[in-house]
């Protein structure tokens, strides 16, 4: 984990990272949005759940904690989702129907702290709606995104995320075309399917996002990023014409490992 920052106002971030070996590091952010119902967005990694929990209760007593919206059943996403279910009785856990079914894979979780939710259906949660976006790119069937009505803010799930060379706390400190070219990267990794994708359809999902016109863009793998959606939407709109990403097998690996000093 590292040190959490404020995105604007009431919206906290809650950033760690991965790095995926020969690539570079993909941020891992959870967001805390404060108010007369405060919501958490994700949960951290698996790996890291002592550490993510321990780092949230620095900034809000998780029994304050009113709702939970699981972006998607991941790992990385879901890592300290019954720790927070046992700290917080009135926790509700915000997600869709398939991400019900999935959470039930890890444990029981009773129907009463649930809330289902569809794209284009809104909450209103006290003193902001949140309206639930599917993204244009996700990894995930469940996963979904949201507009925040208070701060304006869009939370894109894994959409607009991207490998880095270092880590940072705002996408406008990475240089525009580096930025580009690994947000390109990430999307052919975590979306292999776009390549074939009709691209009318994924043109007006674009648009879908460009409509909503959020003060920021934030994503779970990627900095927070204000006022560069227009860029990001000219970014992610070349990838159907990119060559999918395929890792090494087994005997490039073998290779690698030979060469590596001892």
Known sequence: METPYTASGEVHVLPSHVEIPGLGLIPVNAFLLRGSEPLLVDTGVFAEREAFFATLCKLIDPADLRWLWLTHADPDHMGSVYQLL????????????????????????????????????????????????????????????????????????????????????????????????????????????????????????????????PTQVLSSHLPIAPGMLERFLDTIARVPDQTPFVGPDQAAVQQMLAQAPP
């Open 86 to 213: 046992e700290a917080a009785p009135g926790l509700r856990v915000i997600t869709t129907f398939i991400g019900a079914g999935k959470l039930t894979l890890y444990g029981a979780l009773p129907m009463e702290r649930l809330y289902l939710l569809n794209p284009e259906q809104s909450i209103d949660i006290g003193d902001r709606r949140l309206t639930a976006i599917k993204p244009p790119i996700y990894d995930a069937p469940e996963t979904m995104g949201l507009l925040d009505s208070k701060s304006g803010a869009l939370i894109s799930a894994g959409c607009f995320g991207a490998v880095l060379s270092t880590l940072a706390t705002d996408a406008r400190q990475i240089p525009e075309d580096e930025l580009a070219e690994r947000q390109i990267l990430w999307a052919t990794v975590d979306a292999p399917w776009l390549s074939g994708v009709d691209r009318t359809h994924f043109a007006n999902a674009l648009n879908r996002i460009r409509a909503l016109a």
